[in-house]
């Protein structure tokens, strides 16, 4: 059994099963994939409330600080995506460099990252969809607005679930009219995001950044440690490597594109933000829209909101995509049923796993409460940049995976050590709740990879092997 379950797949054998995908992205494209999948309302959130908690006007420097710790796993997806252009992402690298059993921890820890934080974006999606309906004087039957929970009079929050089976009609169509839609809300988010840093420009009070860096240095570490999780979402990118034209060129441009991109919002949010308000103001549920009223520009505060809808929405489509196309890499392996491997001839899309993928988050988002669950996340997360980045050593030893004009990750092996450091780092920084939650969802997929996928593994049933 030992040996079974550390067999590595061959990148031919991926590359095969892969081929009847059409490669239609190119790097503008998977920017906004990944812009989609980063950029949410936390951009209108984080720069405010932890300024006021956290680093003062530093909070630049914490987003600063937070990119270039993300930059350096944001670095070695690019070169695993460069060298294995394969649906799966960190599963499907982990399957190559590491065996079957760890690519199936990376595959169920990415399924948990992906389905989960979809639904519980649409629980606020729909918060912010009722919230407008409400000021048109519109209200959602209290038993549809809320999860299952018959004593406080609710029974499914309807327009969660409707929000997940829109996103996944649109991506049942195929990727080139999915990225149509996605490109325009992406861009449509990022010039609302565009006009507040323009506008709040016109209120800057330079004496409004004095001092600097109230809290010190520590305070900036501790703000980065927070916003850190505000740039999760770019390794989503990887998934779509099959469906891209030329990989080795545009998958690290779309990766570490997608990052910068980021980091240049984020940071330009925050330096308006803290120059329109004192700091100490900025701990509201809403800092960015309170900024603006604070100097009489409720229309855009109005417009954030539009934003914020816009936001999540293109969130779901990268998140929703990148769950199918998983469940589409582990069935393509036999760890799941293989009939979730079989794309639709007309859109070349997995339907079977999309539609699966939709019905288990839609049910997640309008049936139970996610409240405590979101932190998990962030552990699924960290646990593939872990493995992702100390797998760059075994996949440089690799003599039969050529990455020739493909990009590879600088100063060599000393960034990926430091990322996959970096990684356990932010790991340990989770709470105690986050690692039971972690814990009781890992045991399961370890009972299932016994129970169903170690005796249908294609590896499992093969007499050979890539070492």
Known sequence: MSLKIMRKESLQTYLGADQK???????SDLMTLGIGAVIGTGIFILPGTVAANDAGPGVTL????????????????AEFSSALPVAGSAYSYGNVVFGELIGWVLGWALILEYML???SVSTGWAAYFNSLLASFGINIPTALSGPFDPAHGTYINIVAVAIVLIVTLILSRGMRSSMRINNVAVIIKILIILVFIGVGLFFIKPANYHPFLPFKMGGVMHGAT??????LGFDAVSSSAAEVKNPKKNMPLGIIGTLVIATILYMGVSVVLTGMVPYTKLDVANPVAFALKAVNQGWIADLLSIGALVGMFTMMVTMTYSSSRLVYSIGRDGLLPKFLSKLDEHSSTPQAALWIVAVIIAAM??????????????????????????????LRK???????????????????ILSGIACLVMIALLSVQTFIGAGIWFVIGIILYFSYGYRHSKLAHESTTTD
């Open 21 to 27: 995908f059409v490669k239609s992205l190119t790097a």
């Open 62 to 77: 914490s987003f600063l600080m937070a990119a270039i710790v993300c930059a350096l796993a944001a670095m070695c997806y």
């Open 117 to 119: 934080a979809v639904a």
């Open 226 to 231: 927070t916003v850190f999780f505000a740039f």
């Open 365 to 394: 988002g309008g049936l139970v409460s996610l409240d405590q669950l979101t932190s998990l996340v962030n552990i699924g997360t960290l646990l593939a940049f872990t493995f992702v980045s100390f797998g760059i050593i075994p």
């Open 398 to 416: 690799r003599k039969d995976i050529g990455n020739k004009g493909g990009f590879q990750v600088p100063w060599f092996p000393v960034l990926p």
